[in-house]
Every structure is written in structure tokens, then in C-alpha cells.
């Protein structure tokens, strides 16, 4: 079937359909917080209409910043992290070859700043002395300190290779409109920008040139992705009924679940191909609902790999989590199983059988599985991996996951926790202005 399905089957022992169903009032309610943008941070609803939103004449910049950069580059990086990062790799990783970097044509895409290893930063450079490359630097507030320190690293050796000149026009920023760091930097050196609208949070901001004009440089069709995200959006607003809506159905199932002590969603792939889809999640509904002391935890597994090593606790351990299984119906290739006339493995039995249908037998089987374990497990699912799916889902899971912040009375769209570790590494590595905090830390650590 050529939708979006949210299926509760395998999840209705554990919280039953009259629980499910108990939410809609309140979750219409959200629905109506969203769409008058009267709930709590109602600042950051930008990403609602966003893909109704976006112009012809926005697509066609973003379009041709990625045919310039693809043209003279061999290696475009692209530095963030968080919303910054994971919604432009999601995608790429989603839609792309598995074994496009042996691929010799085609511009590549590398991420920076999404860590401070220095192993993986000194590698990079090295890589980078022998590719012609370009780079496309990326953070809303600008001060974020890993993207940071990624991009002077990356900066100062893009000068010493082409000049000054021919690096400014190599680097793009993508930041606020007028605050913060990057945005004084890139005006400073005279860097094209893009913006990442005020009301749109990082988390969801995969719709703006964030994750547009990497996906786009990777050399995949926005525009396909913004229908897709469009259609998702008619789909799973306010006037969709409770019932029909797939974002109000996934909602209010997770809630339920967690009102019956399942704390813990693990979001299940079949398919490498997704593995940052759920990393993209982890961080939108982690982001999102984790507040207050109140919140499901956003795990993730890849299987049929992860079986092999969290399936035994998935299985046998403590019974405070679901599952969410993520699959896509159709693969994009072809591959059966050959027969083998000595069958020393005993596979003959599904000689001729396609991978992806040993691949779904392995799905139904192990729901059936974790079932009898006492795992719930919700069942969402794509026709296709392709730019239109991919852009309807990521849309679909961003309305889910503002439906169910209003769902626990949190704001979905702050995070004020994160700022907890950034001032003790601040004060450790002695910023001015934290030196008390810093003399404080080195004693609780005995440092
Ligand atoms: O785009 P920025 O401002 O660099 O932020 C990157 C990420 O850091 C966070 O602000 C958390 O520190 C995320 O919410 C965000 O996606």
C-alpha cells in the first residue's frame, strides 16, 4: 500500500485499544496547541507549515549552491552537530549507495564537528590535502563548541591550500540571520549564507537549507522530499481525525505504553540503510520530551545485526521498554538466495527465496518473539526508501513528536539541560568568567 502505516497489533495486550483511544481528547487538544500555536514554546512552531512554506525561488538557490560546490569539489564536509548533523546524514546515509565512498564519481559528502576526537579531525585533514574539497559550516546559535572547533581547524587549512579568496567562496554558512558567532564570521569574510529561519529549533530544521543543500550536494532531489514532507503534513494536521491521523495514532500508542511503565522505546530497523534515521530520532524525541523527569528514553537497535547482541536483554531483561519497528516494504535491488548442491549450510530450503523475504520473516518472527517476552511493539511503515518517503517520515515523526511533548505538558521545543555539561567543560577548560565554577569542578573530581 502506497502510505505511511502505523500498526497497533502487536502492542494492544499490553496497553489495550480503549487505552490508546483514551488520549485522543487530549491529543486533539495538542493538535489544536499546534496548529493555533498556542501551546508552550509556541516560538518554535516554524517547522509546522514549513513545507507548504518553502518557495520555488529558495529551492532554486539551494539547487545551485550544490551544483557550484559539487562542480569544484571533490569533498564537500559539512560541519555541525545535533539538528545540525543528523537530519542532512540521515538521509544521505537512507538514500545512498552503501558503497558510494568506493565509488570514484560524484562528489562526496564528509561530516566534521559532530564530535571533538581528535584522531578523527587529524585524519580528516590528512584526507583533505589530497581532495580538492569545499565547505558548507552549519549552526544556529554559531557558538556551539564542536562545529566551532571543527571549523577553524577546517578553515585555516582550506586557506593555506587555495588563499584566502578562493576559500571564502568555497565555505557556506548556514546560521541565524543576524546573531551569534558564525553569522559575524561569515559576514566578516563575506561566506554565502544560508538562514535557519528564528522559529525553527535544530532538531527540526531538516526541511531548511540544514539539511536541504548537504542532501542536495550529495546529489539527491529536494524537491521530491519537500512533496513528500508536504503530503505528510496534510496528512497529520489538526483536522485529520484522531482515528486516520498516523501522528496522532503513534502518539498516542507510545503513551500509552509508557502509562503502563514502558519507559523505554528502542527503535528497530531492518535495514543499515536507516541506522540515522534513528539517530536523527534519538535526538528529536530525546530532545524533545526528556524534561521535567518525565519522558520515554529513545533507544535504538539495527537488525537482524543487533539480535545477535541485544536481542538476548531485548528477549529476557527488564521489562520497561517497546519497541518501534521502522521497516520499508519494497528494497530497491533484487537477490536471491542461490542453490548449492552440497547444502552443507542447509539453506536450500530458501534457495530462490529473496533477501528481503527472509528479511521480513525475520521481522514478523521476532515481534512475535519479543511479544512473548513481554515487549510491545508498535509497527510503522514505508513503501520505499526514496526522496518522497524519506521526507514524508521525517515530517511525520516531527509532528508525532510535538503531538506527544503536549501529551506529557512539557515544551518540545527547548532544551534547557544541554547546557548542564557545555559550563562544567567550559569551566574546566578554563573560560574566563568560570574560573570559580572551574576550582569547584577539579575538587569533585580530584583532578
Ligand atoms: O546548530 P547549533 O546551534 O550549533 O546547535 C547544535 C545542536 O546543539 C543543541 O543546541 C544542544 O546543545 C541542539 O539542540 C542542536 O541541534
Redesign the pocket.
Same mark, same amino acid.
Given at each position: 500500500m502506497s502510505k505511511l502505516e502505523v500498526k497497533l497489533n502487536n502492542m494492544l495486550q499490553f496497553a489495550s485499544e480503549q487505552e490508546v483511544m483514551s488520549y485522543r481528547e487530549k491529543i486533539n487538544l495538542c493538535q489544536k496547541q499546534i496548529e493555533e500555536k498556542s501551546g508552550k514554546g509556541n516560538d518554535f512552531l516554524g517547522w509546522v507549515n514549513l513545507p507548504a512554506e518553502i518557495t520555488e525561488e529558495q529551492l532554486k538557490s539551494v539547487e545551485k549552491v550544490a551544483a557550484e560546490l559539487r562542480g569544484k569539489s571533490e569533498i564537500v564536509v559539512v560541519v555541525?552537530?545535533?539538528?545540525?548533523?543528523?537530519g542532512a546524514k540521515a538521509v544521505i546515509e537512507a538514500l545512498g549507495n552503501s558503497f558510494s565512498m568506493l565509488n570514484d564519481n560524484g562528489t562526496k559528502v564528509l561530516f566534521a564537528g559532530n564530535s571533538i576526537c581528535e584522531d578523527y579531525h587529524a585524519e580528516l585533514l590528512k584526507v583533505l590535502d589530497k581532495h580538492s574539497y569545499s565547505i558548507v559550516v552549519?549552526?544556529?546559535?554559531?557558538?556551539?563548541t564542536?562545529?566551532a572547533i571543527a571549523f577553524r581547524l577546517l578553515k585555516q587549512h582550506l586557506e593555506s591550500k587555495v588563499g584566502k579568496s578562493e576559500a571564502a567562496s568555497r565555505i557556506v554558512a548556514i546560521?541565524d540571520q543576524s546573531k551569534?558567532a558564525l553569522r559575524k564570521l561569515a559576514d566578516t569574510e563575506g561566506y554565502r549564507t544560508f538562514i535557519?529561519p528564528d522559529d525553527v529549533?535544530?532538531?527540526y530544521?531538516v526541511l531548511t537549507p540544514?539539511g536541504l543543500l548537504p542532501i542536495a550536494i550529495a546529489g539527491f532531489d529536494i524537491r521530491k522530499m519537500v512533496e513528500g514532507a508536504r503530503k505528510a503534513m496534510s496528512d497529520t494536521a489538526a483536522n485529520v481525525p484522531f482515528e486516520q491521523n498516523p501522528a496522532c495514532q503513534y502518539a498516542a500508542a507510545r503513551n500509552a505504553l509508557y502509562a503502563k511503565g514502558k519507559k523505554v522505546e528502542i527503535m528497530v530497523n531492518y535495514t543499515p540503510k536507516l541506522h540515522y534515521v534513528t539517530e536523527w530520532w534519538k &535526538?528529536l524525541y530525546g @530532545?524533545s520530551e526528556g524534561k521535567e523527569n518525565k519522558g520515554i528514553f529513545p533507544a535504538g537497535v539495527d537488525f537482524t545485526t543487533d539480535l545477535h547482541s541485544m536481542g538476548q536483554y531485548i528477549q529476557e531483561g527488564e521489562r520497561f521498554i517497546f519497541e518501534t519497528v521502522l521497516s520499508v516494504s519494497n528494497s530497491s535491488n533484487k537477490l536471491t538466495i542461490p542453490e548449492d548442491p552440497d547444502n552443507l549450510d542447509q539453506l536450500n530450503y530458501i534457495a530462490g527465496k529473496r533477501l528481503s523475504e527472509v528479511n521480513h520473516m525475520a521481522k514478523l518472527g521476532t515481534i512475535v518473539a519479543h511479544n512473548d517476552g513481554g515487549v510491545p511493539n508498535i509497527q510503522i511503515s514505508i513503501p520505499e526508501l526514496s526522496e518522497y518517503w524519506i521526507g514524508y517520515l521525517l515530517y511525520f515523526f516531527e509532528r508525532a513528536c510535538a503531538i506527544s511533548g503536549y501529551t506529557i505538558d512539557v515544551n518540545p521545543f527547548d &532544551?534547557p539541560g544541554? @547546557?548542564a555539561y557545555?559550563k562544567n567543560m567550559f569551566a574546566l577548560l578554563g573560560k574566563p568568567g568560570f574560573e570559580e565554577q572551574g576550582a569547584e569542578l577539579r575538587k569533585r573530581l580530584g583532578i
Open positions: 555541525g552537530i545535533g539538528g545540525s548533523y543528523l552549519i549552526s544556529k546559535s554559531g557558538t556551539t564542536e562545529p546560521t551569534g535557519i529549533g535544530g532538531r530544521s540544514v &535526538q @530532545e &532544551q544541554v @547546557e557545555k
